[in-house]
């Protein structure tokens, strides 16, 4: 795909101000989350759960295309994120969603996870071993593309095989991977997380906030590679924290930050309201449908909002619709019991799973 056309087809992408992004989070970033997350935040970036380039060609028309949605059927389509280290796999993943969504904008390549490498497969942080075999996947994905859809990397800073591996984070090492996996022009994006991922012995949350963040390596990366897009990941508080817009950086991404206080992103009333008729309408099983309504509920808990009747009422609508009988009276004690019935519907496990998740490290530091 020559590099003039996709000059031309990425213009607009490529003049626009400070780009938000919320993280792809596996079971958290699917239809229903970012259906409550558009309504909140129009114009915030959105991403897919990671898709395993081999599920995206074995699903049907319909599972594929319900997890390319972010928002209505008229929204903007997420990102979608691959997994995999097969260049055929991958292209074929692409040109599949991309016939099924001839409007989606972004692919990216997970390079930069490393639960997957503990799980024993060969992508996510472990393509970071390998430049030159990440080049070629990335090519694979360019060459499956339309020329308006953009290609794009996930990856950390550098990796090491154990956290008892003493050598630091390094800038060179990241600036010699991204060299070698734009080099032939068929990049347009690099998300770094700025921290090293840790392939073996590190728990997944315990890599999302132990390896110490190096954000300066964003801003390099920015400077020295000025035909791309680089956006940062990793540390970001809120989106309103951020000072990349002084860093030269395109964007800034944040993952558990969001799952924590996903309100702060709009009008918490509106988006419950809508999401409380998606709920109605929508055949997906409950316990999916509540996750979102758990991540509303415990930052309006955090933030004592038990007279928060605006957010409350939808909220209250949204339960009913799953089975949750729940009228706002205005104590915390009601927020409780409203915490009891969803946790109901999902099973105690799963609701309290997505309470630590939500949690995860804070306060020191959330990404």
Known sequence: MAVAARAVA???VAAHALQYHVAPMQTYTNAHLNFLLRRLAPDVTLWTEMEKAADVLA???AALASRLVAGGADDAPPVLQLGGDDPRALAAATTRACRLRTDLREVNINAGCPAIASGG???GATLMRDAA???RLVEAVRDAAPPSCAVSLKCRVGVRETWSDEAPAR???????VAETSSSGCLDHVVV?????ILAGL???ANRCRPPLHPDFARRLARDFPALRVTRNGGIGSFGDSDARDDGLDGVMAGRAVLRRPLDLGCAADALGAYADYVRTSPAPAPVLAAPLVLALEQLRDDGGADDDDALAPLADAARHLGVAWEPRGSAGDLRRLAKGLAKVMGKKVYNKVVRNRNEGV?????
């Open 10 to 12: 990425l213009c607009a």
């Open 59 to 61: 699903c049907d028309d």
């Open 121 to 123: 497969a060969d992508y």
């Open 133 to 135: 075999a990440t080049r």
């Open 171 to 177: 800038y060179d090492e990241l600036h010699a991977f």
């Open 193 to 197: 997380h700025c921290r090293l991922a």
């Open 203 to 205: 728990a997944p949350g």
């Open 363 to 367: 306060p020191e530091d959330v990404t």
